[in-house]
């Protein structure tokens, strides 16, 4: 009975283990030193990247994931991502930690596309000065480039969904659209114009009320309380969306992965491509 109880008790410690997504700044240094091959990327822009970034770390910019056009944030074809991932030495079986500035924007916008992808050990890492420095991460400005692998494609649908899909919303009594943007872009007031108002019957739920003041997840059940109050609960069908996706991928991960929220999708096309479509309703 005994041996029983410690196999479930191994079991339950396991299942909690997968069902988080962040690594303490402390954990990441101790297996900087022993996993070699763990895949670190620093998802900033090529010139941040240049001035300083963790030790062994490679640079793909959030934005070098996305096409040119019209239609602001869209996705490269899924072919293209994995041959840019693959190119930098990035493999969909590798253990692959994922930082930013510290919004936790970048680096779960890019979590997001690597797990839609098929990578399965995907983590983030939030980039705090004072726990980086308490932690000891080395820190450099010599570049870093990794030897070329094969990522393999798995797509998980599951996580996104599409604009026709969004269309059909409304006749699900258990769905909920949520809209993570600034105030004012929900209200269709932002000084860049960007924005005329919000889809047809998302309710606000601000991405950065997931985040503490120095820009950390805040616990599960902090989380649960505050969607809770936009109606989120997790019987719920729910849909992030934001201007281009990156702010949404915060609420994914909150509601998802912190929360553990069963049913919650992100609409990638976001309201850059809703708003492209004349005939697309727009409300205020």
Known sequence: MKNTILILLACVALLSAKAQVSVSAKDFAAELKSNKAMVIIDVQAADVYAKQHIQGAVNIAHKSLYKTGAIEGQFLSPEEL?????????????????????????????????????????????KDPAQMEAARIPMTSAPVALKAVSFVLSLNPALNIDMASVKTLGSNPKALLLDVREPDEYNGMDKEK?????????????????????????TKDEIIAIAAKAGATPEKNIVVYCQTGIKAAVVYVALKEIAGFPNVKLYAGAYAEWASVPENPVVK
């Not at 960007?194 to 805040?218: E, R």
């Open 194 to 218: 960007k924005s005329q108002g919000h889809l047809p019957g998302a309710v606000y739920l601000y991405y950065k009320d997931m985040l503490t003041a120095t820009g950390a997840y805040k």
């Open 82 to 126: 994995a041959a840019i991932f693959g190119k930098k030495g990035v493999s969909n079986t590798a253990k692959i930690v994922l930082y930013d500035d510290g919004s936790q924007k970048y680096n779960s916008r890019v979590w997001w596309v690597l797990k839609y992808l098929g990578a399965n050990d995907v983590w983030l890492l939030h």
